[in-house]
Structures are given as structure tokens and as C-alpha cells.
């Protein structure tokens, strides 16, 4: 999402040349590409990326979904029900790295086809997990994890390659749209699922179905190999100046930097750390709120008499149902209006990026806040301003990835996505499930059980998510006071 607006610095001469070279000195002959653009076919292999995004991103809020059934059926406490999530994102996030440099090496379609087939069997096999084998159903979430790493991590990949550059942007938006779309999806997936069959272990049997569908598709209209179709690549295989580009002094400069040298250079460009540090908060409130809303929300109908506990029936989806739908218009409006808005008002402010996503990261808190006081007393005031405390959440994606990629120099703009990624996952949402449930369960074990705490208990552990979405609007005023510095170090 974060490339619809057209925020990018050309990248100098010789380093365009550069990265460009070295592709194709790595990659051998380039298939001559022709001028007329995308054909249908490519155009429909990008709908199949698309389309198995969806699933995957369906497949990772299927089980806060139905967490109240799956909570029960395991008999799972606060903190063991927030480990879910830890587990599952914690193995995503190790494995991506692994992935993205097999998916540089090797066949790209195997590993998808792979990751798409083991993460839709693991997916249907938990459905099968009999009560007394909770932590089998804890190892198939880290299981499901890891497979989702393989998709994405390669599929934008294959769609950056398949497009020239202003098509490419409007590719890759559509492919990122999905991610919110997909995870709303997976809520009201899980929830109907659980309605209309009475039992919540159909949610993880409808996936697999999908995906196997992904995968038929996948082997028949993806290429084994797709070529690079960048301008600058493109321009090169053309003019035949590679060794005039490596000859370019600037150019040696440039590749004799090791990894650790880059990662102690972005150390040093403070706007990356400090827009890092904003993105992370985000996540974290974004992974607390993901997997605990529709238990608060139930926990709160259910001290106002709106609801009645299901202690031994299914328990009422109706809350995944609208927070999924909401989690899908805020995060397609969200990404869509912090673009424009950024687009806008870079025009008349040059730090216009962090100030927007400190703004929104503090009105995002604040109606956060509001939410959890209202809980008690009225449910649609608490969907309204979950549904703005998203709706600001949202705003932020699209650029913070955009700051990234002008206050960091071209070269080392993979290496600061990486690190981003990983920082953001492991600080942000892989934690925060996990520590809202424990401090949750700390405070039911020191009250008495009653309906009255489990609400509480929920409500005094999710005020932890206003405060770290304040500290993450803190982090982007930081940023806007190195922004002009570090983008013009960057230009040089």
C-alpha cells in the first residue's frame, strides 16, 4: 500500500546503474520485454497473487475470530489464549528472512506452491485437535506461521517483476488493499462458519479449500520464472552500458559495504530509527487489538445484560462479524487517506510525513481510550471509536514506508525493510497478544472470579495499548526533527 503514494526519491545515476548491473550480471540473459505493456496473462497471474493474499491473510485472524469457543473448548487461560498469536507471528517472522533469501536463489513458484500447500494442510489438520492436545493446536499456528512467511515474502516480488514501473505501483497497491480485506475476511469467516454449523472448528476447513484452489491456479498460470522489467534494467540490457555503470567510481564505493556496516549506518540516520520505533507501537496496538476486541467487547455486553455467558453453547460471533467488517473499511479508507493526505500537504510542509503519523497515532490513543471507558455502559459508542482508532491506525501505513524510503540511500533500502519488519514484529504485535492476556489473568487471579473482573481485567490491561500509541506519536515528532537532514544525506 505504502507505494500508491508516489513518494520515492529517484535513487542517483550510478546507483540506479548499480543495482541494475547487478541484477543482471546475477540473473544471465534477460528475455527481451516487450514495449506494448502487460499482457492479460500477466494481469491474471497478479489476480491469482492477489487472490491467494486474500487466503493468507484470512488465515491469520481466523482464530481471534473465534477465540471465546477456542478458549473454552481448551480451556485456556488470558495468557496461554495471547500466546496464540505470539506463536504464530513470532514463527513468521523468523522464517521470512529465511525465505526471502531462497526466494532470491531459487525457483520462486516452488516455494510459493510449497508455502501455499503446507500452510493450507496444517490449517485443516488443527481442525481435528481433539480438546486434551491443546499444545498441538499452539505448534500448528507456529506451523501456519512459517508457511505464510513463504508467500509473503516472495508473491510481491514476482509481481515487481512483472510490471514496468508506473504499472507496478498500482499492482503492488492492489496487492497490499488485501491485506486489511483479507484479515476483516477471516474474522467473518471464523464467526459465520461458527453460526451457521454450530461448531468453530469449520472456520479451519474453508482456507484449505481456498487454497488448494490458489495452488491449481498458481501451477497453471504462473511461470517458472518471471524477468525483471525495471527501467533502469531495462535501459541497460538496451544501451549495453554495464561497464561504463561499473566502471562509475561512486559505484565500487558502494559494494565493498558489508551488512554490518549498513546496519550501523541506519543506526546512525536517526529518522529511520525513530519512524521504526513509531511503526512498532503501531503494530503493537494493531496485534493487541486484532486478537482481544471481540472478547472485550462480548466480556463488556456481558456485564450490561446485553448477552448471556456461553458456558456451555456456542458463544455469539456477532462482535468478530462487525469488527471484521470494520477492520475492512477503516483499513482500505485508512491506507487510501493517508496517502492523499500526505500527498497534499508535503507541498506545503517538508515534514509534513512524521507530523501526519504523530497526529493520528495520538487521536488514534485517544479514541482508543474513549472506547475502553465507554465499554461499560454503551457497545455502540465502543464500536465507533474502535472503528476511528483504526481508522487513524490505518492512516499510518502507507507512510511510514514512504519515510523509509527517502531518508534511507537506495542501497540500503532492503537491508532497512528487513530490520523495520523484524523490529516492528518482535517489539510490536508478536508480544503485545500475549502480554494484554498476562496482565489480564494477573489481575482476574488477584480478584474474585466474576464477570464484573473478567471485564475489568480486560479493560485496565488494554489502557497498555493508549499508552504505546502515545509513545508512538512521541517517536514520529522525533522523527520530524531529523526528517530534512537525514532525506537530504540520503539525495547525496
Not at 522464517?95 to 500452510?119: Q, T, V
Request: proline share 3%; net charge positive.
Amino acid at each position: 500500500a505504502h507505494e500508491n503514494t508516489g513518494l520515492q526519491s529517484q535513487p542517483p545515476p550510478e546507483e540506479q546503474n548499480y543495482g541494475a548491473t547487478a541484477a543482471h550480471v546475477r540473473q544471465g540473459p534477460v528475455v527481451s520485454v516487450s514495449r506494448k505493456g502487460p499482457a492479460k496473462r500477466e494481469y491474471l497471474i497478479a489476480a491469482v497473487l492477489c487472490y491467494a493474499n486474500l487466503i493468507n491473510f484470512m488465515d491469520w485472524f481466523i482464530v481471534p475470530g473465534i477465540l471465546l469457543d477456542i478458549q473454552k473448548y481448551f480451556k485456556l487461560s488470558d495468557g496461554d489464549t495471547g500466546l496464540l498469536q505470539t506463536v504464530f507471528i513470532l514463527c513468521y517472522m523468523l522464517a521470512a528472512p529465511i525465505f526471502g533469501y531462497l526466494g532470491d536463489r531459487y525457483n520462486r513458484k516452488i516455494i510459493l506452491g510449497a508455502g501455499i500447500f503446507f500452510w493450507s494442510g496444517v490449517t485443516l489438520g488443527s481442525s481435528f485437535i481433539s480438546e486434551s492436545y491443546y499444545w498441538i493446536f499452539f505448534l500448528s499456528r507456529g506451523l501456519v506461521g512459517i508457511g505464510t512467511a513463504s508467500y509473503s515474502t516472495i508473491a510481491p516480488t514476482i509481481i515487481a517483476d512483472l510490471f514496468e514501473e508506473g504499472k507496478r505501483t498500482t499492482m503492488l497497491s492492489i496487492f497490499y488493499i488485501f491485506i486489511p480485506v483479507g484479515s476483516g475476511l477471516g474474522y467473518v469467516l471464523a464467526a459465520g462458519m461458527a453460526d451457521v454449523t454450530g461448531d468453530w472448528h469449520w472456520a479451519f476447513r474453508i482456507t484449505p479449500c481456498m487454497g488448494g484452489l490458489a495452488l491449481v491456479l498458481l501451477i497453471l498460470l504462473v511461470p517458472r520464472r518471471t524477468q525483471r522489467r525495471t527501467a533502469a534494467h531495462r535501459a541497460l540490457s538496451i544501451s549495453g552500458t554495464i561497464r561504463v555503470a561499473a566502471e562509475k567510481p561512486g559505484v565500487h564505493r558502494t559494494a565493498k559495504a558489508t551488512w554490518c556496516q549498513d546496519v550501523i549506518s541506519l543506526a546512525k540516520n536517526w529518522s529511520f530509527v525513530w519512524s521504526s520505533l513509531g511503526l512498532t507501537a503501531m503494530a503493537f496496538v494493531t496485534g493487541a487489538l486484532g486478537m482481544w476486541v471481540p472478547v472485550f467487547l462480548y466480556r463488556a455486553q456481558v456485564v450490561q445484560g446485553i448477552v448471556s455467558p456461553c458456558l456451555q453453547e456456542s458463544c455469539d460471533s456477532s462482535n468478530s462479524l462487525i469488527f471484521g467488517g470494520i477492520t475492512i473499511g477503516t483499513g482500505i479508507l485508512g491506507v487510501i487517506a493517508g496517502a492523499e493526505a500526505a500527498r497534499r500537504l508535503r507541498k506545503i510542509n517538508n515534514k509534513a510525513d512524521p507530523l501526519i503519523c504523530a497526529t493520528s497515532m495520538f487521536i488514534s490513543a485517544l479514541c482508543l481510550y474513549i472506547a475502553l471507558m465507554v465499554a461499560q455502559t454503551n457497545i455502540l459508542s465502543t464500536f465507533i471509536f474502535i472503528a476511528f482508532g483504526e481508522l487513524f491506525l490505518s492512516v499510518n501505513w502507507a507512510v511510514v514506508t514512504d519515510i523509509l524510503l527517502y531518508v534511507v540511500t537506495p542501497r540500503r533500502q532492503s537491508t532497512a525493510i528487513a530490520l523495520q519488519i523484524l523490529v516492528s514484529h518482535l517489539l510490536g504485535d508478536a508480544g503485545s497478544p500475549y502480554l494484554i492476556g498476562t496482565i489480564s489473568h494477573a489481575i482476574q487471579d488477584k480478584n474474585a472470579h466474576s464477570f464484573q473482573w473478567s471485564f475489568w481485567s480486560m479493560q485496565y490491561s488494554f489502557i497498555t495499548c493508549a499508552f504505546v500509541g502515545v509513545c508512538g506519536g512521541a517517536f514520529f515528532l522525533l522523527t520530524s526533527f531529523y526528517i530534512e537532514e537525514d532525506r537530504k544525506e540520503a539525495e547525496r
